[in-house]
């Protein structure tokens, strides 16, 4: 069984920095999709990256610029390089694996901008 274990929120303030990690237990040999969503109260989540297995990265357009996805794949562990922060940012931010048998979510990261 997949689980997904998240690091790296925190409290910045604007035009600052964070990189979260999150990392993928068990078996990860199929081709599969890792990305990240961020939520904040009352609103849906929104997809902010994702990376396939054996493509480029794709990025929401209010974090175009700023953000960077990547991933080792020998780690089984993808990161989100988050610079020039805004307080717009704020969120909890979910990172998920996609698959062909389904997707799994991992427990989430606060990630807080303010001065």
């Known amino acids: 069984q997949v689980q997904l274990v998240e690091s790296g929120g925190g409290l910045v303030q604007p035009g600052g920095s964070l990189r979260l990690s999150c990392r993928v237990s068990?078996?990860?040999?199929?081709?599969?999709?890792i990305g990240w969503y961020r939520q904040t109260p009352g609103n849906q989540r929104e997809l902010v990256a994702s990376?396939?297995?054996?493509?480029?990265?794709n990025y929401a357009d209010s974090v175009k610029g700023r953000f960077t996805a990547s991933r080792d794949n020998a780690k089984q562990t993808a990161y989100l390089q988050m610079n020039n922060l805004k307080p717009e940012d704020s969120a909890i931010y979910y990172c998920?694996?996609?698959?062909?048998?389904?997707?799994?979510w991992g427990q989430g990261t606060q990630v807080t901008v303010s001065s």
């Open positions: 068990g078996d990860l040999t199929i081709s599969n999709t």
């Open positions: 998920y694996l996609n698959t062909a048998i389904g997707t799994t």
């Open positions: 990376i396939h297995s054996g493509g480029p990265a």
